[in-house]
DNA sequence: GGGAATGATGGAAGCGCTCCCACCCATTGA
DNA sequence: TCAATGGGTGGGAGCGCTTCCATCATTCCC
């Protein structure tokens, strides 16, 4: 059992191998490694000799080598197709690496924040994605062009997608929150108040959480009977909710409430509204969505459609995890989050 | 030439291997690999018969392998020892972080984004990176009692820290921007246009950007022959700022102007200007530091020193990448870089 | 008490890649 | 003419790890 075996390598190549360890616990290579991972079929004896061999050695094992033949690696990616000027200021990003950090610190999984630039770094990333350099990717803040979920589901790796994907939304996972119903009962909730003349300010063209909200507005508008022709676009920040609130109130002067497809966007419509002499609530109400800070720094504070990011992005990531541990036979899957409307003092 | 060696392994392990790439091309796998990896001692033909295998096999190398002989993973991380919440809403990390991914994509290296709770995740943060997981850190935001320096002086990873740290400062490379000279000059321009009881808000005490931005009011201060009792602690939040502001206003009534070691505590201690009504720069003139878009943003906006954080942070990449490129040889260098003053409103 | 489980063990075969080194074949200079 | 160069090439030895499999040593049950 102490008997000193010649070991494969010698201990020059500074920090100590299996090898070294298996020698000093007295074991072989094998049972050496099997101790270190979980211990399965291992001897109380070995298994504590080999625990005291890595101690006195200070031995981690090398994760190249062994991601070699496990074919695993222990990180999964982060991918944001958005300039990255944008995606820090936001606070929707914040929140969804928040939500993943959180479970991936649980196990010892490694994040790697992929940040490309739409069209330039694209192929780039999906060469380094192909290269199995990590197990699995949370796709976050993806547009219609970018064909993102075709892409992924060609190269057969897990991933789990931050809001439906515009297309190949059948060959991929999400986890979304009911954007259609979230702005439905905001709008309801307008309607209910006797609000009657409604405008929205919805997201960009190209975004599936812009579209279901505005659809959803559609539906609570054309259920009362209301005119659905109030709607101006903008690109979810500050400055575009000022200049589609302009245009709004340009175009409809008799406007009595705003429904907001973000926070950010609320905010630029509640300095419009102040500007022009307009109270909030009195002549108009305003309701946003997110509610993730912002809405609570506003005057008036926003009422707002809540989006439980960091939850979403912690549902997400286990169930990228969930994929990456199955490999196969796990089909997509959508996971859709009902969104609560939070009442403040702008309606 | 043509002539096709048997394989050393089958095709059908999933993605091609080496292997399969030498033998379509018709070489060895060591002409493939030489000529794959920048095409020394290759000639056109081999060449050109090694990228059409590779083409048309879709080959694409694997990074374990490779990492596992080369010792190199092509990837370093941005340590961040801090709770999570603070560090996304804060404009300095993502400025970090686009002038770090600035750099590294024009390399081929990724990303690996550690964030650490304080206490709770350092040994797994320090075991991640003793593993020799990436191939060195940018660290970012640290504290005097995290010792970062020392440990990872210890292991001998390449490390640049963004800032200078509090112990170790002598072991370990940096950049950072010369805060004492930044809030002198700020301090001065206040001085030079008759202003003469100056209060200051300093940053949180295990901060030695913070400490500097202090040290170099009081230099300006004592030189003027004014006195320096007007000191109040924040942690470069808003709400801080604010706090501090109010202690400050109320102990020294007759402030004529105030220093702020953040643009974020500066909006605070403006919010409270103008609760107390007093006008700006009319009865108090304020002065920030950062310059990262919150200055702008304030009412009325805000004179301020800028640090150029994402040069900063660019430049800290380059010089973590020639640190891991040299290995060895390279001694400990800090980078100071000069701040500037830039002249708005609130003063 | 004997054969079948059951559990622990080590030998050895790779995982896919890089790189040292020996070799070959043209050149070249003496 | 022959030795000396040198670019191009392939054989083969690892890098450090996991895991299959054969081998024993135990224990158990009829």
Redesign the interface.
Known sequence: MTRVTTPRTSPLSG?PTLDEVARVAGVSRATASRAINGGQRVSARAQEAVDEAVRTLGY??????R??VTRR?D?IAVLVPEP??RV??D?F???T??GV??VL?ER?I??????ARPGA?TA?TL??L????VDGAIVTSHHREDRLAEHLAEIGLPCVFGGRPWTGGERVAYVDVDNAAGEREATELLIGSGRSRIGTIAGPHDMTAAADRLAGWRQAMSAAGLADDAVEHGDFTEASGETAARALLDRHPDLDALVVASDLMAAGALRVLTERGRSVPDDVAVVGFDDL?VAERTTPQLTTVRQPVVEMAERATRLLLERVDAMEGSHPMRVIIPPTLVQRAST
């Open positions: 920090s981690v094992p090398n994760p190249a080598a991601s070699l690696t990180s990255d000027d820090f200021s606070p990003f914040a929140g690496l928040r950090n959180r610190s010892d490694q994040l790697v924040l992929l940040l770094d780039r060469r380094y192909t290269n199995r350099h800070g």
